[in-house]
């Protein structure tokens, strides 16, 4: 059925372009040949009843430029269509064409499945289980991932380098000390030993037993990740479900819990946690580049093409304000003040929305500023008086703040 839909789809559309070319076979002229000569008997008419009187001067001036107008256009069309003719243009269009649909057939022969079956969505989450449970092991995608090509490591400062050898020792000497086995993880990483690094915080977690916190376990998760070349492996994903039992809210674990679902056919699966990262943020979790650029793609994966992404919203908001309860109040205001001069500096240089405006002003207000608040609101009516949704917008905040009646 693919192959019947794909010839009768190039037929039809190489007729739509073909006919017009072959339209002339035949013909012992051009059309614009005989547009020619119908015009020029019509400037001759134009003469004739200029004689006879039955048309002025005037109006025959006027038929002249009129009809001398047509004469122009059919003589270029004419010009053209023997040029056509004369350089072989049928047969070069027609070559054209040709070429185009061999080259479209040979892609799809090279890149496409021709022989491949349509997947009920039953037999692709079938397949996708299988690809599951065929996962290579840790110590087989290690190594994979080391037999691999690597580009050249960077050149690491001589003092750097016999600091990680002092530190490689103090821990060969004292293999169970927690500070030493997070520091020596954290640092192999940097030099891009993956599977030390690993091996180091593999270590940190034994050592802690069943009190090893949900971030040291998504950590060596995330670490033997990486040491296995990207890929989640099955011993990678029993220590992520173990930190996920944890701490269920963990973000950095749920990232990497879509990214499992992804890398095994599930794209059902992993929007919804995808998605839910994303909306809740925050917007400079390192998590949160790779989720936007692929989330679009993946919505439309898992059937759900219609998903919009939520917007940037720069400024401070109520996670915000309400994540400064646990700070000293000189922090607290020292935060808040600069989230609202940044959001402020950013809307009177740049322009926002109706909610940022109506933001900044409960901000304001919040931060005991209410006098700049109302300078704000004057400011706002100013700009939406054009468009009373949105001034309606700012009016309530302004409202909620006293500020309006």
Not at 88 to 116: D, E, F, H, M, S
Not at 304 to 333: F, I, S
Not at 354 to 376: C, F, K, Q, T, Y
Request: proline content about 7%.
């Amino acid at each position: 059925m693919f192959w019947i839909i794909c010839a009768a789809t190039i037929l039809i559309v190489g007729l739509a372009i073909v006919a017009p070319i072959l339209r002339t076979r035949g013909q012992t002229e051009p059309a614009a040949a005989f547009d020619l000569r119908v015009y020029r008997d019509q400037l001759r008419e134009v003469e004739r009843d200029l004689e006879r009187r039955v048309i002025g001067p005037e109006d025959a001036d006027r038929l002249r430029a009129e009809i001398g107008r047509k004469v122009l256009d059919a003589d270029r069309r004419l010009s053209q269509s023997r040029a056509m003719i004369r350089g072989g243009g049928r047969a070069l269009a027609i070559g054209v064409l040709t070429a185009l649909l061999i080259g479209a057939v040979a892609l799809y022969l090279r890149q496409g499945a021709p022989g491949r079956d349509d997947l009920p969505i039953g037999q692709r989450i079938a397949q996708a289980q299988t690809a599951y449970e065929s996962r290579p092991s840790q110590a087989e995608a290690e190594a994979e991932a080391a037999a691999m090509p690597r580009p050249p490591a960077q050149p690491v400062p001589e003092d750097f380098q016999a600091l990680i050898e002092q530190l490689r020792e103090a821990v060969a000497r004292n293999p169970d000390d927690p500070r030493g086995l997070a520091l020596l993880a954290t640092n192999e990483m940097r030099l891009g030993n993956a599977a030390a690094a690993r091996t180091a915080q593999q270590r940190l977690v034994d050592v802690q037993g069943d009190a090893a916190s949900a971030d040291d376990l998504v950590r060596l998760s995330a670490l033997m990740t990486e040491a296995a070349g990207g890929l989640i492996t099955p011993e990678a994903e029993a220590v992520l479900a173990r930190a996920l039992a944890a701490d269920p809210a963990h973000p950095q674990g749920r990232y990497l819990l879509g990214l499992l679902q992804l890398q095994n056919g599930r794209p059902d699966r992993a929007f919804p946690i995808w998605r839910s990262l994303l909306e809740q943020g925050p917007a400079d979790a390192p998590w949160m580049a790779p989720i936007g650029a692929a989330i679009r793609d993946l919505a439309w994966l898992a059937g759900q093409p219609d998903y919009v992404p939520p917007g940037p919203m720069p400024g401070p908001d109520a996670d915000a304000l309400a994540a400064a309860e646990g700070m000293t109040p000189e922090e607290r205001q020292d935060m808040i003040t600069g989230m609202v001069s940044q959001l402020e500096a950013r809307l009177s240089q740049q322009g926002g929305t109706p909610e940022e405006w109506a933001r900044l002003i409960s901000s304001l207000v919040v931060i005991g500023n209410a006098d700049h608040a109302r300078m704000i609101w004057t400011e706002a009516q100013s700009r939406f008086a054009s468009s009373p949704e949105a001034l309606d917008t700012v009016r309530q905040a302004a409202i909620s703040a006293g500020l309006a009646e």
